[in-house]
């Protein structure tokens, strides 16, 4: 999967997707693209080297 492919379906996931390069006025993480679900970060990844994807989720439950 490239950066593309990845994009796409991050934004397919639903209407209140949003994608914004917040950290902009940070040298070192000016290229951090990140995605939001209803106003919460939930995936970023690094532009400029797409080796890593970060993903928030839910714990699961203790049982």
Do not use: W
Request: aromatic share 18%; hydrophobic share 35%.
């Amino acid at each position: 999967m490239n950066i593309e492919d990845y994009r796409e379906y991050c934004l397919s996931l639903g209407e209140d997707m949003e994608e914004k390069l917040p950290f902009t006025a940070f040298r070192y993480a000016s290229g951090v693209l990140v995605f939001y679900v209803h106003g919460h970060m939930f995936s970023f990844f690094d532009c400029d080297n797409f080796s890593v994807i970060t993903l928030k989720c839910q714990p699961e439950p203790d049982r």
